[in-house]
Structure formats: C-alpha cells, structure tokens
C-alpha cells in the first residue's frame, strides 16, 4: 500500500511548489550564495542545507515537537529570535563583505570543503530556525494526512516531496543570479547588488520578527 493515496499526493505536490516558490530568506541565501561562490554550482552545499534544514522542521511537527513549539510563548520566541539574530548576522555579513568576494576564485580542495561546510550550516540554519515554517507545517500537514494509515511513511513521502521541490526551486533562484553575475563589470556594481541582499537579509530578519503565534 502506498504512504499517501496518488491524489492527494499530487495535490500536496502542487501545494508543495506553491510553498517554496514563495520569495523568502531561503531564496535569498540561494542567490547570495551563487553570487559569492562563483555560480548556480557555488550554491550546491547551501541548498542541501535547505533541504536538511526543512527536514528538521517536518521531523520536529513529526513528533509533536512542532505543536509545543507553536503553543508555548517562550519556546516559539527563542526559536523566532535566534533566526532573526542569524538573519540580521548575515544581511551585516554581506553589507560589510568586500566587492572582490562575488568574484570566483580558484580556491584550493580544503579551502572549498570548509566553505561548503559552512555554506551547509548557512542554509540548515535558515530554515531550521523558522518558527513560521513550523507553524506552517502544522496547518498544511494534517490536511494531507490520512489518520488510518501509518503516519511514519506519510510524513516520509510529505519530507521527501518538500525536499524535492525546495531543491529544484532553489537550485533555479541561484540560476538566476548566477546569470545576474555574468553581467558585473565594476567593484561598484557588485558592491550594490552585496548590499542589496545585506538589505534583503535584514528585511527577512523584519518579517521573521513580526512573526506571531497562530
């Protein structure tokens, strides 16, 4: 017996793209990185940062961690603070990061691997630390879920669709900005489209925090 019944699934697929199609500080770390790391490939670690940061997210409403979140005031609130904090660390990171760094660079195999361990952590962190996307979760999630049939295999194939869509999603924003990078031509250019996503990052932060509790 499949996890979910087709229809509903294709529906939760639909709804799926919807959710990670929406503009948020998710694509804004995809592009960003792109821009830093030399292109759409650059962006690669971020994504499946993303990914397993969303994981984390549907495993949390998984087991009923997501609605004790959702409920208490002060675990909802450090969860939502520590992500506006870590938002509004990287909008100052990219305000104050020099223009050179959007241009690609031949990095060494060590200098590369402790980036892209550290570009996995951005995007875990991103998503992790969403209390929206918790509260989310837990409004869309039960609508597609059958009470009868074993919820471990529907919650699988609901945080295997969401990490499909998110990485192809993702993976299209950082295409965008990587074309985006092919048209710099001057240290001023690039220096406003750093300070663009510095502003983005801050204005993602804004959002996060006016954030409440359904």
Same mark, same amino acid.
């Given at each position: 017996?499949?996890?979910?019944?087709? *229809?509903?699934?294709?529906?939760?697929?639909?709804?799926?793209?919807?959710?990670?199609?929406?503009?948020?500080?998710?694509?804004?770390?995809?592009?960003?990185?792109?821009?830093? *790391?030399?292109?759409?490939?650059?962006?690669?670690?971020?994504?499946?940062g993303l990914?397993?940061?969303?994981?984390?997210?549907?495993?949390?409403?998984?087991?009923?961690?997501?609605?004790?979140?959702?409920?208490?005031?002060?675990?909802?609130?450090?969860?939502?603070?520590?992500?506006?904090? $870590?938002?509004?660390?990287?909008?100052?990171?990219?305000?104050?990061?020099?223009?050179?760094?959007?241009?690609?660079?031949?990095?060494?195999?060590?200098?590369?691997?402790?980036?892209?361990?550290?570009?996995?952590?951005?995007?875990?962190?991103?998503?992790?630390?969403?209390?929206?996307?918790?509260?989310?979760?837990?409004?869309?999630?039960?609508?597609?879920?059958d009470a009868?049939?074993?919820?471990?295999?529907? $919650?699988?194939?609901?945080?295997?669709?969401?990490?499909?869509?998110?990485?192809?999603?993702?993976?299209? $924003?950082?295409?965008?900005?990587?074309?985006?990078?092919?048209?710099?031509?001057?240290?001023?250019?690039?220096?406003?489209?750093?300070?663009?996503?510095?502003?983005?990052?801050?204005?993602?932060a804004a959002?996060?925090?006016?954030?409440?509790?359904?």
């Amino acid at each position: 017996m499949p996890a979910m019944d087709f *229809h509903v699934w294709l529906t939760f697929f639909a709804a799926a793209w919807a959710i990670s199609l929406s503009p948020g500080a998710a694509a804004v770390a995809a592009m960003s990185a792109a821009l830093q *790391h030399g292109g759409a490939r650059g962006a690669v670690p971020l994504t499946a940062g993303l990914v397993a940061g969303l994981w984390t997210q549907v495993a949390i409403v998984g087991a009923g961690l997501g609605a004790l979140i959702a409920a208490s005031a002060v675990a909802f609130q450090t969860v939502q603070w520590a992500g506006v904090a $870590y938002l509004l660390w990287l909008g100052v990171q990219q305000w104050r990061a020099p223009a050179a760094s959007l241009m690609p660079a031949a990095d060494s195999a060590s200098t590369a691997s402790g980036m892209g361990r550290r570009l996995f952590g951005r995007g875990f962190a991103v998503n992790a630390l969403n209390p929206k996307g918790t509260v989310f979760l837990l409004a869309v999630v039960p609508q597609f879920l059958d009470a009868g049939a074993p919820l471990a295999a529907q $919650y699988l194939a609901i945080g295997a669709t969401l990490g499909i869509t998110e990485a192809a999603i993702m993976t299209g $924003y950082a295409g965008l900005a990587a074309r985006l990078l092919r048209r710099l031509r001057s240290p001023r250019q690039v220096r406003a489209v750093q300070r663009t996503f510095g502003t983005l990052f801050v204005a993602a932060a804004a959002l996060l925090a006016g954030v409440r509790r359904g």
